[in-house]
């Protein structure tokens, strides 16, 4: 049993290591797919061999083999992070289709989490693939009629609450990449359970941003990445609601 929850944590750290490939690439408009993966420095093509996930990185001490120039500790940390979603996903979860379908959803959150933590941006294209999945799910199992009302729900409210925001301050407060991204993540919990998500993703972020900013006063004129704390709470949230349902 624990050889299988084994190989979801191999198979999430592989994943992980192409989920690296989108951050960097996709807010440039770059291919994910050509030129194979370089180092970001001198360009140089990383052989297979050396382009283990996590392995790789520790057995080179974090550094190119090529220029010796230092490998950012963000690549690692990001396989690692997916390896677990994968691994807790074959804990929680019964069938492969089960464990598959939350992972993939959650490894994109991810990518979005961190992209729009360095960029300010959420891709449209991860929303839609996001959206396609879902959409795919719920069509099987007979639900999508009546998840829309999460999306719906979800949807209208941070549209309001942008909306109320532009007209009190006349500054956009939040981005239309939050919206459709709440859009999709409304139709995956499919109630009122979004708003749940909505609160305590607005509360992690205000948490965050007094902390940081009490240790950095540069950082107060700084955006928020709301859709970041969006990404992060809605996958902890699932796995919570998850568990709760199975005790009960």
Not at 38 to 49: E, N, T
Not at 207 to 215: D, G, H, M, P
Request: glycine letters at 6%; proline letters at 4%.
């Amino acid at each position: 049993m624990y050889f299988i929850n084994l190989l979801y944590f191999f198979l999430g750290l592989i994943i992980g290591s192409f989920i690296n490939v989108v951050i960097y690439r996709l807010p440039k408009n770059e291919s994910i797919i050509k030129p194979r993966s370089h180092c970001p420095k001198c360009k140089k093509i990383i052989p297979i061999y050396r382009n283990i996930p996590i392995i790789s990185y520790l057995l080179q001490k974090g550094k190119c083999s090529n220029c010796k120039k230092h490998i950012s500790l963000v690549y690692p940390i990001i396989e690692f992070i997916i390896g677990i979603i994968w691994l807790l996903s074959s804990f929680y979860f019964d069938s492969t289709y089960e464990i598959t379908y939350f992972a993939i959803i959650a490894t994109i959150l991810i990518a979005i989490s961190v992209i729009d933590y360095k960029y300010f941006i959420i891709p449209l294209e991860l929303s839609i693939i996001s959206l396609l999945f879902i959409i795919i799910h719920l069509v099987i199992k007979g639900l999508f009629l009546s998840n829309l009302f999460g999306l719906i729900v979800g949807t209208g409210y941070l549209s309001l609450i942008f909306l109320l925001t532009w007209l009190i301050t006349k500054k956009q407060c939040l981005g239309l990449g939050d919206i459709q991204l709440v859009l999709f993540l409304g139709l995956w919990f499919g109630d009122i359970r979004i708003l749940l998500v909505i609160f305590f993703a607005a509360l992690s972020a205000l948490l965050f941003w007094v902390a940081t900013s009490y240790k950095n006063k540069n950082f107060k004129n700084r955006p928020l990445p709301f859709g970041s704390f969006l990404s992060i709470i809605s996958i902890i949230f699932y796995l919570i609601q998850f568990n709760l349902i199975n005790l009960f």
